[in-house]
Nanobody
């Protein structure tokens, strides 16, 4: 069973920063596209960012210019640096690995809560 483990969530004021981390098993880290999604209460899960195995990145429109996705191949870790946070960024953030041709991801973390206060 593939297990992804997120950390780094918490509560900060608007305008602040947080960095999320996700540990990914070695056997899939180096070959799989990975990404971050988020889900706010009462809303559908939303794409935040995706990074390919060779480092190509894409971002959701709502986070462009504020969030940065990265991967550390030596540590098998996926990161999401979040800056200029807004109250509307409040959500549970999920790490995902191995994007299929359909666009769906095969593996998911348990989620980490991010709360932004005004």
């Amino acid at each position: 069973q593939v297990q992804l483990v997120e950390s780094g969530g918490g509560s900060v004021q608007a305008g602040g920063s947080l960095k999320l981390s996700c540990v990914v098993p070695d056997n899939i880290f180096k070959i799989c596209p990975m990404g971050w999604y988020r889900q706010a209460p009462g809303k559908e899960r939303e794409l935040v960012s995706i990074i390919s195995s060779n480092g190509f990145t894409t971002y959701g429109d709502s986070v462009k210019g504020r969030f940065t996705i990265s991967r550390d191949n030596a540590k098998n870790r996926l990161y999401l640096q979040m800056s200029s946070l807004k109250t509307e960024d409040t959500a549970v953030y999920y790490c995902a690995a191995c994007r299929r041709a359909s666009g769906a991801f095969a593996y998911w973390g348990q989620g980490t809560q991010v709360t932004i206060s005004s």
